[in-house]
Each structure stands twice: as C-alpha cells, then as structure tokens.
C-alpha cells in the first residue's frame, strides 16, 4: 500500500546545522497489520512516518501511496490525502484547550463540509465505543492522560481513515493504561485499519497485535522484520 | 450546500477561538471600536451639519441682491426694486430687513429679521428657542435693548420658535418693521437687502447677469453658489479631520499588525494542530480571516452606534469647536440624526479596509507553518 | 478636492492596493524563475507557501474593488452638486479629462481581477500546479493595469475644481455633447441597439447552452459573454435608459441608480456585470481544460461558471423587456420600424 523507496530527508539544509534525519530509507507497507517502528530518539522514525503521513515531503527520493506518486504533490494535495487516508494520535495528544472533548474529536472533520448532526453523531458513536460518552462535553485541560489519549484515537477516527498512525502513544502512561491502548489497538486492528506506531516501549514491541517491527538507526533501517 | 456548511463551521470555530482568547481579543476590539467611534463621529457631525446647512438654504430665496459701498456691504435703496422689477424673467423682489444685535447681558449675538410673510404687532417679538432658553424668558416677558441712539426699545415676547430646524431658528428675533428700523436707525426708504424670485429657475444665471448689468454698484449671490460653497467647506474641513485622524488609523493599522503577529506559542501550536490533523493552509487563512472579520463587524456596529449616542444625544462634546462653532449659540443644540450610506461604505474603507490589509501578512505567516512541527 | 472624505476612502483604497499588489511583483517574477515542483527543497516550499500569501491578496483586492467602484460612481452622483452645470454622475466625472478614464479603468481591473481569480481558482484543482506560470505572468500585467487605474484615480481627484462648469447628461449625451464615446453610443439609434442587444443576447445564450449540453465552445461563450458587455452598456446608455426615463434625449447611464427610478439601475448592472465576469471566466476555465491534471476539475468550473452567467444575463435581459414594456414611452411607431427591417433585411442579404 505504502512504499518509499531511496527516501531522504535533511532539515536545514545548506547551513551549518545541516541534519539528514533520514538517508536512504527503502520500505514497503502492506494494507493491515500493525507494524512498529523501533530506535532511539533521533533515529528518525518519527520523521518517517510524518514522510508516511503526508505531513511533510521527502527532500528526495519517492513515496507512493497505492500506487500513486505523492512525494511531489503540493501541500493541498497533501492534506487531502492526509484527511482522508491518515489519523494521526500524537505522542503528547496535542489537544486543543478550551475546547469540550467532542469538539476537539470533530475539528478534522471541519473542512469537509459534513452536516453538523450527522458530525456530531459520529463524534458521539466514536466516544461511546471508547467508553468516553459521558466526557463528551468535557473541557480538555480537565482530562487525565489516558482520558485524553481516547479522545486523541476519537479524533484520530472521525474521518474514517484506512491508516491510524500514533507516534510513542505509551510514552506518557502506566503500564494498565498500556494495556488499555494495546486493547483498543486490536479492536482498531481487527476492524481493518491499518497501523503505524512508533516506540521504544518493549511492552509495545512485544505485544501480539504487532506483525512487524522495523528497526531504525541514524536515519536507516537497521531491521526491516 | 457543502460549501456553506463548510463556512458554518469554520465560523463557530472562528468564534469559539476568539472567545477562548478574551483578554487579548478584547483589547484589540477596544482599540478598533474607539478608532471607528472617532472617525464616525467626524463624519456623522459633519453630515448633520451639512443637511442643517442644506434645510437652512432650501428656505433661502434664489436671489440676493445687496448694495456695495466701496467694497463693503450697505443698505439699500428702494427704488433699485423697480429697476429689478424690470428684468425681464423676474417673478417677483421684495426688500428684506435684518441685522445683528449683540446682547452684553449673555455676550450672544442675535439675528434680527422682519418676517416677510407674516405681520408682528409694533413692540411685541417672537424669539428662536435658544433665545429664550439663554435670557430665560417665555411668552409675556418683556425683553429691552438700547436703540441705535441710546434709547431703550422694549419688546414683548409672545411666542418662541420650535427648535426643529435648530441652526436655522436658533438665534432668531423676529420683530415688526417700524421697530426694527428705530433700534437700529434705518430710513424708511432702505432695506438690508432684496430677494429675487425667479420665473424660470433654469435661467437664474441669465437674470443674475441682467441684474447685474442694470445696477453696477450691486453685489449678487445666488443660492446654488451659496450651497456649493457651504458643501466645499464642510468636505474640506471634515476631510482635514479626517487627514489628521490618518496618523490615528496608520497607528491603528500597526497595532493591528502587531497584535496579528505576535502569536503566541500556544496558538502556533493550535495552528500546527489544525493542520496535521488535515486542515489546508487555505481553511486555517479563512479562519483566521473570519475572526478578523467578526472583530470588524462588531467593532464597526459598536464603534458607529457610541459615535451616532455622541453626535446625536451627547451634542458632540469631543468635536464641537472643530466643525461647528461660530455662534456661542448654537452648542446647546442636538442635531437631527441622519444616516448617509455613502459615508459608512467610506467609513468602512478607512477601518475594515486597513485592519485586514495589516493582518493579512500575520495570517498567512501563522498559516503556513509546518504541519509536522506538531511531531518533532 | 483631495479633502473630501470619499475621495481619501477611494483613494487610500486603491494606492494600498496598488501597493500590495506592486510587493508581489518580486516575488512573480522569483517565482517565474525559479519554480521547480519536481524539488523538495525548502526553498520550492517557501515559493509555494508564498502563493496563499498572494491569492489572498488578489480576492481582497477584487473585493475593494468592487467596493469602490460603486463608491466612485455613488460619489460622483452625489458630488454633482458641487460642480456648476453637474446633474448627475456624468457632470462630475466630466468635471475632469480623467474622470470617464478612470472609471473605464477601473471597470476593467474589476474584470481583470475576476479572470485572475478564476485562473487561481482553477489551478489550485491541480495537483502539479499546471498554470503556475500563467497565473503569475497575469499577475505581472493585473499589477501595471491596477496602477494605471489608481492613477487615473488620483489625476481625477487632484484635477476636480468645483468651480469648474461641466456639462451634463441632457447635453452630453444628446445633440452637440462632448465625450466621443458617450455621444458616439448615445447616438446609436433606438432600433440598432435593440436588435445589437438581442443578437448579442441570443449569441451567447446559444453558444452558453451548447457549451453546457455539449461541453463545447467553452472558449467561444467567453469571448460573446465579454462582447456582450459593452453592447449591453450600448443598449442601456442609447436606448434603455431613455424608456426609463420617458425622455427622448435623456441618456444617462447612472440616474438609473437613483431613487427617482426605483434604484433599477442595480437590477440592470449587477447580473450584467457578474454575468460577464463569469462568462469571462468560464471562458479561461475552459482553455485550462486541456492541462491534463485539469481536464475535470477545468470543465466542471467552466459550466459551473457558464450556468452562473447564463442565469446573469437572463435576469438582465428579464429586467430590460420589464423596462421596455412597463415605460410609458413609445419609440417605434410604424414609420420608426423601417430602418430597423432595412438594417435586417440588409443585414440577410
């Protein structure tokens, strides 16, 4: 489904504080499963995946999404794919505070245009299967960290994308909040989307739901598993 | 229908995102609302004053003519009404009494006029509203000024003018012709100066001409040049204001700047947010343009609404001695309110125009941060 | 006159826009150098970030002038009283050699801008930037014409004096008047410009409904909708305003504004001229079809566009039947039809 092929990226190029974040990289992403992307911090898996994502472009080298060539598309074409083909659930959740939790789970749909009940109740179908119904109208900043990883995936899920991809999603919580993102993970897993995840949490690494770890060092692929 | 649902929603959030800011959007829309006070309450006064001006010449004849003494203003014989007379396109011309009178008691000056349509009985007057407010004096006092050779001449008022056209009827004494001529001691065979009517208002210029060829020594003013001078003047003054105010909206306009660019982290990060989540550089723009224009609309409704309060109920305390003032009469008076879309589509050129010129650049800087910056 | 609280709006309207735009003119011609879509690089990027910038400009530049354009025609009715001899709009704009090139300029930077914006709009469909070059070049001439306009604007109000005496409609536009184009449209006769209008008209509802049925001839229907315009304007200015008026020599294409007429003028000006600023564009539009990343999203704003314009021109031929048969005043007796079967029956031959 996803491929990259000779992919690179450098931040700040031409200056002295040149970094290439990724050099190299050859991948080929498969519809379904979960795969983890593994390394220390600086490996450049986070940049792989906003690459993956759509967030950003390569400096060089080509990404294909189903075939089609996506690393040279301009950024609103970016974003359409993005919305339609990506969720994203942040490492610290990047919620907006201020916001009432069903709010912040229907911002991405905003752009689309979708009727607003219709939105709504989607919203509230998401929340509900993830047992956050009744923190529906929740302001944010009043939520604890496993609260507002839920509210993170609802969003993450309100325009129904193929991919879910979440970037250290257990960096920040116990281990049986953990287990609880692990839960809804195989429930997400099982309903066909496809998963990216970064970590460096064994815990993750290792669980069963996971197909296949890819290992990264440098900004290369150390173990593609 | 997509469209517009899509603007729907794009506009709540506009608003929940201005109202989560409240203090830093309330100064802002404080000093855009005082800036668009100011400037409408120039430009409200100033039509007020140009409508009062209009009324107050609609009623004045089309035809003036006075007599000119070595460049100077003098009276003028009653046989020049039989040379007028017989201009050919003259309807009608009819000699006109009136002057000043100064009134120590309150240091105001008063028009004297002896109305040419109705007769007042000899020693009685019928006084403007802000004479009568400003001698507090009603129907039945008896008012007593020194003649032109020292003699008291007393009269008895008997009614007061409403104050519905007040520039006009402000400062107005109307008194009988024989009194009017002993205060101030004209001969009976003199007038102040002569109305002309004219049959053909298309050919005012052609007897003008006329007129003025028959007696050279007079000097003579039509109404259309007596308006269009009015109309000039109060453009320009109010356009002088308005040039001053100028530096007002320029600070105006940087303030805004200002204040569009200095984001704070916090709202970068929201930006970074809404774009990695699947919002277009062009939907955060036209959010962003939206709370702009909310800020506008209320901040033009607010600021224009205090302005009209000011000029109208208030009398215009903070412009008065810029735009009006010749009389120390006429201050006391509210102006008839009036509205002229011309001068809000100008208005708004001058405040919303400006301020989303001045915040366009902040926007669209915000707008295009890196949707990855969320992930770094 | 440069006192006047109006002309200041007008004027600082147009010079900031002139000035915004007049930045931009840098960075199109960086752009037109340097674009290279198939680079990743962070300077590509900036380039392409720096075109939100400009887009948005363009739309609020449309929008002031739009606004000012009927702020300077309002303006200048209005301003009539300050100008000996000056009834109307027509008096004051006489009142100064620039005042009638100012507001043909700025009547066509409306047009400008508006095919500006359909090329932007269209082009944002692509996902490979197809127009980018285009687009900017355009912007390279909308800016010099933009400035042109601004200073016709400027050279009109500084020139005002309003002691100067000016002619106005009733002997401009009849007889001995003085403008060229004016009299020259004034003196059109009342037959000629009715059939003009009515074959223009059916022209473009033609060539507009082939082009939605079939999909064709997008190209054609903008080039009859931009012709349509003046000819309409010819119509209005020779014939139309005369049965509002029910006066033979009165010609005066803004008193249709006023009050006294019931403000019909808008109802005549506003589809007329969206009508041919979405023909104009549905004319670009289509052009843009061919690009290969456009060839569906081109088409679908070219009808999208053509449908919008048709609807315009219809409600403005509507409104000018309703003016005709509701006036009072009778141009064609029979012997007044003669000319007209000549001009047709020769036009056959």
């Known amino acids: ?225 | 229908m997509a469209g517009l649902e899509r603007q729907r929603q794009l506009l709540d959030f506009a608003l929940s995102s201005l109202a989560r800011r409240p203090m830093k959007n309330l100064a802002s829309l404080t000093v855009y609302t005082a800036v668009v006070f100011l400037l409408s309450s120039v430009m409200l006064m100033s039509h007020a004053i140009r409508r009062e001006a209009a009324a107050l010449l609609a009623g004045a004849p089309e035809l003036v003519v006075q007599r000119l003494v070595a460049g100077r203003h003098d009276l003028i014989p009653t046989d020049r009404l039989a040379t007028i007379r017989a201009v050919r396109g003259v309807a009608a011309a009819g000699g006109r009494l009136w002057g000043y009178l100064f009134d120590p008691a309150v240091a105001a000056n008063y028009t004297f006029l002896v109305p040419p349509d109705r007769s007042i009985a000899a020693g009685t007057a019928i006084i403007g509203s802000s004479v009568a407010a400003v001698r507090g004096v009603g129907p039945g006092d008896v008012m007593s000024f020194r003649g032109y050779d020292g003699r008291p001449v007393a009269f008895t008022v008997t009614s007061t003018i409403a104050a519905e056209s007040a520039l006009v009827a402000a400062d107005l004494f109307l008194v009988s012709e024989g009194d009017f001529r002993r205060l101030f001691g004209i001969p009976a065979d003199r007038f102040t100066d002569i109305v002309v009517t004219i049959r053909n208002p298309r050919e005012v210029r052609t007897v003008a001409e006329k007129i003025d060829a028959a007696l050279p020594d007079a000097r003579i003013i039509l109404r259309d040049e007596m308006r269009r001078t009015y109309e000039s003047v109060f453009d320009w003054r109010e356009g002088m204001v308005l040039v001053l105010l100028v530096g007002a909206i320029l600070a105006f306009a940087i303030f805004s700047w200002e204040k569009a660019s200095g984001l704070s982290a916090d709202e970068r990060r929201e930006i970074g947010i809404l774009k990695a989540v699947g919002w277009e550089t062009a939907d955060v723009i036209g959010v962003k343009m939206l709370e702009g224009l909310v800020m506008s609309l209320t901040a033009f409704l607010a600021g224009y609404g205090l302005a009209f309060l000011h000029v109208f109920h208030f009398g215009a305390r903070l412009f008065e001695p810029v735009l009006k003032g010749w009389s120390v009469l006429y201050p006391e008076f509210p102006l008839a309110p009036s509205v002229d879309e011309i001068q809000m589509a100008s208005l708004f050129f001058f405040t919303v125009f400006p301020y989303t010129l001045a915040t366009i650049v902040p926007i669209w800087r915000a707008a295009v941060v890196d949707p990855d910056m969320v992930m770094r | 006159m440069l006192f006047h609280p109006v002309i200041i709006a007008l004027l600082l309207s147009s010079l900031t826009s002139t000035a915004m735009v007049g930045a931009s003119v840098p960075f199109a011609v960086r752009l037109l150098r340097r674009w290279d879509l198939a680079s990743g690089s962070e300077a590509q990027l900036l380039l392409e970030r720096r075109t939100y910038l400009v887009s948005t400009l363009v739309q609020l530049v449309l929008l002031a002038q739009l606004a000012s354009l009927v702020l300077f025609v309002f303006n200048a009715d209005r301003m009539a009283s300050l100008f000996t001899g000056a009834m109307c709009a027509v008096g004051t704009l006489e009142a100064d050699r620039f005042g009638f090139p100012a507001l043909y300029a700025n009547i066509a930077l409306f047009f400008l801008a508006a095919a500006w914006l359909t090329l932007d709009h269209v082009d944002n469909r692509g996902w490979d930037y197809p127009l980018i070059r285009v687009k900017y070049a355009a912007l390279l001439t909308l800016a010099p014409v933009l400035a042109l306009a601004s200073l016709a604007e400027l050279a009109y109000f500084l020139g005002l004096r309003a002691d100067v005496i000016t002619s106005c409609c009733s002997t401009l536009f009849s007889g001995g008047g003085i403008t060229v184009a004016g009299n020259s449209l004034a003196a059109l006769p009342h037959g000629l410009a009715l059939v003009l209008l009515c074959l223009t008209l059916l022209a473009v509802f033609a060539l507009g409904l082939r082009f939605l049925v079939g999909g064709r001839g997008g190209t054609a229907y903008g080039a009859a909708s931009a012709a349509a315009f003046p000819v309409a304007l010819a119509a209005v200015v020779s014939t139309l305003s005369v049965y509002v008026y029910e006066l033979p020599n009165h010609h005066c294409p803004f008193c249709l504004l006023k009050a006294e007429y019931g403000h019909v003028g808008y109802a005549l000006y506003i589809p007329l001229f969206a009508a041919t600023a979405c023909g104009i564009g549905a004319g670009i539009a289509q052009r843009c079809a061919d690009r290969a990343s456009l060839a569906e999203a081109a088409q679908r704003t070219a009808r999208c566009l053509a449908g919008w314009s048709l609807a315009g021109f219809a409600a403005f031929a509507i409104v000018a039947v309703c003016l005709v048969a509701r006036s009072h005043l009778i141009l064609f007796g029979p012997s007044a039809w003669r000319p007209l079967a000549e001009f047709v029956v020769g036009g056959g031959r």
């Open chain 1, 1 to 225: 489904m996803i491929h990259l092929s000779d992919v690179r990226k450098v931040f700040n190029q031409g200056r002295p504080n040149e970094v290439w974040a990724l050099n190299g990289i050859n991948l080929t992403l498969r519809q379904g499963g979960a795969t983890v992307f593994r390394g220390p911090s600086g490996s450049g898996k986070t940049t792989l995946l906003t690459l993956v994502g759509c967030l950003a472009r390569p400096s060089s080298g080509r990404v294909r999404l189903k075939d089609r060539d996506i690393s040279g598309l301009p950024e609103r074409f970016l974003t359409e794919i993005r919305r339609s083909t990506f969720g994203f659930v942040f490492q610290n959740f990047n919620l907006l505070s201020g916001l009432s939790a069903i709010q912040n789970v229907m911002i991405p749909a905003y752009p689309r245009g979708l009727p607003h009940k219709a939105l709504r109740r989607r919203a509230m179908a998401l929340l509900d299967m993830l047992d956050m119904g009744d923190k529906a109208e929740a302001e944010t900043r009043w939520l604890s960290g496993g609260e507002a990883q839920r509210i993170a995936i609802a969003r993450a899920l309100i325009n129904d994308p193929e991919v879910v991809i979440a970037d250290e999603p257990t960096a920040n919580l116990d281990s049986g909040l953990s287990a609880q993102f692990l839960a809804i993970a195989g429930r997400l897993k099982r309903d066909g989307k496809t998963l990216l995840v970064t970590s460096h949490d064994p815990f993750v690494c290792e669980a069963a739901l996971v197909d296949r770890v890819v290992t990264l060092h440098d900004g290369r692929i150390v173990e593609a598993g």
